[in-house]
């Protein structure tokens, strides 16, 4: 598929583009945050049509039986989350000669870093090695306060795409992580919450300007998602529409002005952005 321009500004475009082969039948449904006008909604995505939501996704989720063209819209990140969190070194892939850790290594994304399906990837002031992350992003949907392992998955309302992008410069450098991984556009997410998907059948991957640079099976994780949750709510009270990016696979690389960054997990779709660096 070729990427033009209007694949990478428009909303229209950009929808059309990352959601390719999902199918109601698949068992999984998918639920997208828009801008229609001047106005912002949920609406749950059937084929090529977009059915709005009374209210949020992280509700009742009832239709309100009106219907949008998908290419009608612009794509959002799929959930507007009250806190971000990530997880650090959950691939053997990506440990190199660090050892595995015991428990799931926690750290903060600001919410400033979420950025749309589509929208630029900025390279901030100073950056001269910005990285990638591929990641598989769990949408939490209720309310969680030390919950068992075993009760997880009942607080997870689905999965998404994640880019964790990182300066590694600074990360290294740095006391904390907070522009290393928090610039604003530093967590582009989307394009759609797959909810009943089967995460142990999916695989990530990323694509750099079309070449394929990181791959791997979701399974792969050394704690998988209700590990995650489970132990965060131990200390942090989880709350609806929290996201949690839950690590990259392999190796990653700098990025520069002009590429295209697409993060694909089978049944969810692809997460499209541009790089670009400011004039600031």
Known sequence: MSITRRNLLTGAAVATAVLPGLRAESGVKHYVRYRKDRSVAYGELEGDTVHPLEGSVLGD?????????????????????????????????????????????????????????????????????????????IVVGKRARRIKESEASDYILGYTCGNDVSERDWQGGDLQWWRGKGCDTFGPMGPSIAVGLNYMESEISLRLNGETKQKQKISDLLFKPEKIVSFISTYVTLQPGDSIFTGTPGSTSAMKHGDICEVEVTGIGVLRNRVRRTRA
């Open 61 to 137: 989720r009832k239709r309100t039986g009106g219907k949008i063209a998908l290419a009608d819209v612009k794509l959002l990140y799929p959930a507007r989350s009250p806190k971000v969190f990530a997880v650090g070194l959950n691939y053997k892939s990506h440990l190199g000669d660090r050892p595995e850790p015991t428990n799931p290594e926690i750290f903060y994304k600001p919410t400033t870093s979420l950025q749309n399906p589509g929208d630029p990837i900025v390279i901030p002031p100073g950056s001269e090695n910005t990285h990638y992350e591929a990641e598989f992003v």
